[in-house]
């Protein structure tokens, strides 16, 4: 989960854009960004994005060489379908973690 190190209002946003921009760029801040009192997204800076994508690439390696480790000792093969179902499954539960 992302630890978000402020929050700004759309309207705050909208008032603030260049100072929001500069504590993400130089700050090293991640700021959400809220809708009606809710979280609606979150600015991260470039260089966060990036190690976020990378771990998102290591982790999908990790998983297809777990896959063919899998296959190789002779575990049950799971079908694409199954496989989506599982990983909506675990993000809904995700998801119902964060929910206020």
């Known amino acids: 989960m992302v630890e978000v190190?402020?929050?700004?209002?759309?309207?705050?946003l909208r008032a603030d854009l260049s100072?929001?921009?500069g504590r993400v760029m130089y700050g090293q801040q991640r700021i959400g960004i809220t809708r009606n009192g809710r979280l609606a997204a979150v600015l991260v800076s470039v260089e966060d994005l990036e190690d976020l994508e990378a771990a998102e690439q290591h982790m999908d390696a990790h998983d297809l060489e777990q896959i063919s480790a899998n296959r190789t000792?002779?575990?049950?093969?799971?079908?694409?379908?199954?496989?989506?179902?599982?990983l909506e499954a675990d993000l809904?539960?995700?998801?119902?973690?964060?929910?206020p």
């Open 92 to 99: 809904a539960a995700l998801r119902a973690e964060d929910a």
């Open 73 to 86: 000792h002779g575990e049950a093969r799971h079908s694409h379908q199954q496989i989506l179902a599982d």
């Open 5 to 12: 190190t402020r929050t700004v209002t759309t309207r705050e």
């Open 19 to 21: 100072d929001v921009i």
